[in-house]
């Protein structure tokens, strides 16, 4: 039996978006801020509040490409030296609860390096995942790991940036699940604006690509994604939700089980509300 | 022997390009604009005068006799790095890297530190050309290093402090990235070793191949013959790559990389990224990398900042694997005797990261011939570890009272 020839989730979702008119919500969480069981229930509470897929972030010492926010998420959780296997059994432990969203992980290269490529690849495709996002590992370095995500059935998804220019054409048609549009210039983090040539360069990206084309870095209001709405086919908001985690933590790392569902109950909600209205 | 890097940076497994896709049209930029003018009569011209003219260069071979006489065994050469300009090797690279930012239309340059050795050879070289600098250090070694701090800013330069992270040198190197990433289209990153994505680890190799060329010059000319052994402080590498790189292909001649074994190999508190670190991805190449199981990176210690990195740069991870350098470890107190011992032999205060280079001759000499020559990279001046000494000895001395 051939992996790579069953229909992958990520796919799947964007069919059923395309016909009804909507545009993908991914959230993207850091894996054990504060701890396992609780990334456990902020996924099942992603689900809950209407998003689409959602990225699993693997806590990294040095995690180049990402602002002050998902740093000290990472510092946190790798306090209780969470390691990759765990993040990977975060998914698995949500889809036994009734989560149903397709899983992608977001991962510095050196860990998935280090667990060994094949054995990475295997348990995502074990796990129940369906796609996975490598933000230090551009096209000129990704020949082998693309071979063994194809294998798994695992898309390997790709990011543009406004700096690519000529690369966008190269990347785009290559790509796999979706291509992964960086709004501007920078690291992960809220911002007010987005580099200011976004819908051009959007409208390349979407001529170059034949899979769904999705924003991120930087969105974090619903006034934002309804903003790009038009022009992608999903927002990915990263940042402005793991500091809504951060400010819950008094909560979130309650013994009291109300002041924990409390918290929950508040990333949910917060998550609800950046979900873009239908576009039409 | 392979030409390395090949054409995708790649030194055997080695090296490569490990950055987000916001960086890669900048590394590509840059690795054009360095071919184009590697080459060109007048972009060398305007480096080789400012090495000569602002520098100070060729540096002296010294023959450190007293020294040999205490060692008992080979003819020890110095070669006089800390006669530099700004007291170390960086300025080879700042030198060249500030031109090729010039020539490339950039008027705003960043670099990371640790020890500020590379902050202040940054700093020098955007003031001589005018260039706004802003340079990231970690705020743990903006205390340990508080005179090179100083020393920025009244070149004009403006020093952030890092705090993320372990708050050292990793740290203001990823602050470093992320800047860039920030600000890519107006901003020349001046990368201060011989580490990081292609094509920095080859560039700055080649701009401190100068250390090696000299050398080699010199010591044919004293001895009529090259040396038997050269021994080098490793932290990124950028001094021992330029020392080595111009005598990988003489065979006869040992090459010889010392690292920081902090308080011990067995401790972890240690910067032994060869020998207790395996290949991994970290900051923009693939090398040797200080990390635990899981594949993250761990913090390093060394009683020098500048050797207190958890990586090393590709291409000494290249020549260890195919075993035409080795590398060893020295530790804290091994590094501060031979300091000791260099003062007053010779009236030469090393810096501390040349100390464990000079450390390791006083082994290796042990068991060479009379006849035979070994050359130290002398990389820095110890002026600006004198506060780190008393403080180091300070603590000995308590630990010694309990």
Redesign the interface.
């Known amino acids: 039996m051939s992996a790579a020839i069953t229909t992958n989730a990520i796919d799947e979702v964007f069919a059923r978006l395309k016909e009804s008119g909507e545009t993908a919500l991914i959230p993207f969480m850091t894996m054990g801020d504060p701890d396992l069981e609780t990334s456990v229930a902020l996924v099942q509470a992603a689900e809950a509040a209407g998003a689409h897929m959602i990225e699993l972030g693997i806590p ?6 990402d ?2 926010v998902i ?1 000290r998420a990472s ?1 946190r959780a ?1 306090k209780n030296r969470i ?2 296997t765990d993040c990977i059994g975060v998914a698995s432990k949500a889809r036994e609860k009734g989560v149903r969203m397709p899983f992608i992980i977001f991962t ?8 060994g490529l094949e054995r990475f690849f295997g348990l995502l495709q074990e796990n129940g995942f369906s796609g996975a996002i490598i ?4 096209m ?2 990704d020949a082998e790991t693309k071979e063994i995500a194809d294998r798994h059935g695992i898309h390997l998804i ?8 000529a ?1 966008v054409e190269r ?1 785009a048609s290559r790509a796999s699940g979706f291509v992964y549009c ?1 709004s501007s ?3 992960t983090g809220e911002r007010s604006s987005f580099h200011e040539g976004i819908g051009a360069f959007l409208a390349t990206v979407r001529k170059a690509a034949s899979v769904p084309i999705c924003v991120g870095f930087g969105i974090s209001s619903r006034e934002q994604a309804e903003s790009l709405a038009g022009q992608c086919d999903g927002v990915i908001v990263g940042s402005a939700i793991v500091r809504k985690v951060e400010e819950s933590l008094p909560l979130l790392i309650a013994d009291d089980a109300d002041r924990k569902a409390e918290g929950i109950a508040a990333v949910r909600d917060f998550i609800a509300a950046l979900k873009p209205q239908r576009v039409g | 022997m392979m030409q390395v890097p090949d054409q ?1 940076g790649r030194f055997g497994p080695f090296g ?11 590394l590509i930029e840059l690795e054009d604009a360095y071919n184009r003018y590697k080459d060109d009569p007048d972009f060398l011209a305007e480096v080789r005068y400012l090495l000569k003219q602002y520098s100070g260069r060729p540096t002296p071979l010294y023959y450190a006799e007293r020294l040999s006489r205490h060692v008992g065994g080979p003819k020890i050469y110095l070669k006089r790095e800390d006669l530099n300009h700004t007291g170390a090797h960086k300025i080879n690279n700042t030198i060249g890297q500030a031109v090729l930012a010039k020539r490339m239309g950039k008027k705003k340059v960043i670099a990371e530190t640790g020890a500020g050795q590379h902050g202040v050879a940054s700093a020098t070289v955007a003031a001589l050309m005018g260039l706004e600098c802003k340079v990231f250090m970690g705020e743990e070694d903006t205390k340990r290093q508080q005179l090179n701090v100083f020393r920025m800013k009244l070149l004009g330069a403006e020093v952030i402090p890092v705090m ?2 372990t708050r050292t040198l ?2 203001a190197c ?1 602050e470093t ?2 800047y860039w ?5 107006d901003t020349y990153y001046i990368l201060g070793s011989a580490t990081g994505p292609h094509p920095y680890p080859m560039m700055v190799r080649d701009f401190q191949r100068v250390i090696g060329l000299e050398t080699r010059d010199q010591i044919l000319e004293a001895e009529g013959r090259l040396p038997d052994a050269i021994i080098a402080a490793v932290g990124g590498g950028s001094n021992a790559i330029g020392m080595f790189h111009p005598f990988v292909g003489d065979a006869g001649v040992k090459l010889i990389g010392v690292e920081a074994a902090g308080r011990g190999v067995d401790t972890e508190e240690h910067a032994a990224t060869m020998t207790k670190g395996r290949p ?5 190449s693939m090398s040797y ?1 200080l ?1 635990d ?6 913090p390093a210690h060394s009683i020098s900042a500048g050797l207190d990195y958890p990586g090393i740069g590709p291409e000494h991870s290249y020549l260890k694997d195919i075993k035409r350098a080795e590398y060893v470890p020295i530790t804290d107190a091994e590094a501060l005797e031979a300091l000791k011992l260099l003062s007053r032999t010779e009236g030469i205060i090393p810096a501390l990261e040349s100390a464990h280079a000079v450390a390791q001759a006083l082994k290796t000499g042990r068991s060479m011939k009379q006849d035979e020559i070994l050359v130290i990279n002398l990389s820095g001046r110890g002026d600006k570890d004198v506060e780190s000494i008393l403080k180091y000895e300070a603590e000995a001395e308590g630990g010694h009272q309990q």
């Open positions: 990294y010492s040095d995690p180049l490409a602002g002050p740093q510092e790798l390691s990759l510095y290269f050196n860990p998935a390096l280090q667990l933000p230090d590992l551009p000129e370095e790709p990011l543009v940036a406004p700096t690519s220019e690369r990347i960086v210039l920078g690291v | 995708h490569g390009k490990y950055v987000p896709e916001t960086l890669m049209n900048a993320s992270g990793k740290d990823n990235l992320r990433v920030s600000n890519v289209n991994g991805v970290f900051q923009g990398v990390q199981e899981g594949g993250q990176v761990l």
